[in-house]
C-alpha cells in the first residue's frame, strides 16, 4: 500500500522504514532535505513540498503527519486539505489533543475528506518491536488502511493470550484497535500517557528510597548500602513490577548506576495535563496522576518560591532556622 509521510524525524522515518520492509510504497518529505534523503536512499520517493507529495500519491491518497502537536501539525492538515481531494485520507499520528481530531474531522467532512487519529506508541524501538497503535475515525477508512497499521504493528509475538478474549477483535492481540470515532485515538493515547507518568514515577520514587538506604539520618545498625542495578536487574525476572519500562530502568543503571549524566529535569509533552483536565471534566479522582505530572514540575526548581515561603511559615511559627 501507498503512504505518504510528512515529518521524517525519530518516529516519522521509522515508520517508513518499517513499512519499505514490508512491500508497502512510500513518498516522503521533511524541511530537512537532509532525512528525505536518506529515505530515498532505502527505497521511498522524495518530495520537495507538500504539493509535490500529493501530486506523487495515487487516489485515494493517504498522508500521515507525524509533527508535534501544536501550530506545526494543524498548519500541515490545514494544507493538506486544502490540497486533497475526496475519498483522500490525512492520518495525524502524533500526540495531538483529541479535541482538535474531533474540530478537524469535522472540517474536513464536507470536502469528503477522511481524518484519522492514530496514537502511537514505541518510540525509538518502533521500527523492531512495532508500534502500539490506538486509532480513532470512521469505519470504512480505518478498515481501508489496515495494511499499513497490521504491518506497523507488533504483531502477536510471544504473548500468551488473555484468557476469555475469544470472538473478540484480534487486532488488539496484534497491538492495535480501532478506537472509536474521530478523537477516541488520541483521547486512549492521552491517558495512556498519563499512566505512564504514574508509573515512571513510582518507579522514579521507589528506587529514590533505595539509594538512600545508607542515609546519615538512619540508625546506623538500620542502614543498607544496596546494588540499585541488581535490584533493577532481579525485578525484571518473575517480579510483579516486571515491565518495559523497568528494562529500560535496568538498563540505564547497568551504564551509570549515579546517573551522572542526567540532570533531573523532567520534561512533560502535555498529554499528562490533557489527561487530568479530562479526568476533572469526567469527575474522576486521579491522584496518583496527577501527583507525577506536579513532580515534573517540581524537577525543574532548584529552589522555589513556595519552598522559601514554606521556610518563612516554619520560622515564624515554631522559630525553625533552615540549614546552613
Known sequence: MQLGM?????????????????????????????????????????????????????????????????????????????????????????????????????????????YVDVGTSGGVWGLERGYCMMIGGETEIVTRLDPIFKTLAPGTGTIPKTPGREGRDARAEAGYIHAGPSGAGHFVKMVHNGIEYGLMQA??????????????????????????????EVWRRGSVVSSWLLDLTAGALAGDENLDDFSGFVADSGE????????????????????????RFRSREDASYADKLLSAMRKGFGGHQEPK
Request: cysteine-free.
Open 6 to 114: 510528512i515529518g521524517l524525524g525519530r518516529m516519522g522515518g521509522n515508520i517508513v522504514r518499517r513499512l519499505l520492509r514490508d512491500g508497502h510504497t512510500a513518498v516522503v518529505f521533511d524541511q530537512n532535505p537532509e532525512a528525505v534523503a536518506a529515505l530515498v536512499a532505502e527505497g521511498a520517493t522524495g518530495a520537495a513540498s507538500l504539493e509535490e507529495l500529493i501530486d506523487k500519491l495515487d487516489a485515494p491518497r493517504t498522508a500521515w503527519v507525524m509533527l508535534p502537536a501544536g501550530a506545526i501539525t494543524e498548519g500541515t492538515v490545514a494544507e493538506l486539505g486544502g490540497r486533497m481531494a475526496a475519498g483522500d485520507a490525512i492520518i495525524d499520528g502524533g500526540n495531538s489533543f483529541y479535541k482538535d481530531d474531533i474540530r478537524r474531522a469535522a472540517d474536513l467532512a464536507p470536502k469528503g475528506i477522511h
Open 203 to 232: 518507579y522514579a520514587e521507589g528506587f529514590d528510597i533505595l539509594k538512600h538506604a545508607n542515609s546519615p539520618d538512619l540508625p546506623e545498625g538500620q542502614r543498607f548500602d544496596l546494588n540499585i542495578g541488581d535490584i533493577a
Open 272 to 295: 499528562g495535563r490533557w489527561t487530568l483536565n479530562a479526568a476533572i471534566e469526567e469527575s474522576v479522582p486521579a491522584n496518583v496522576l496527577s501527583a507525577a505530572l506536579y513532580a
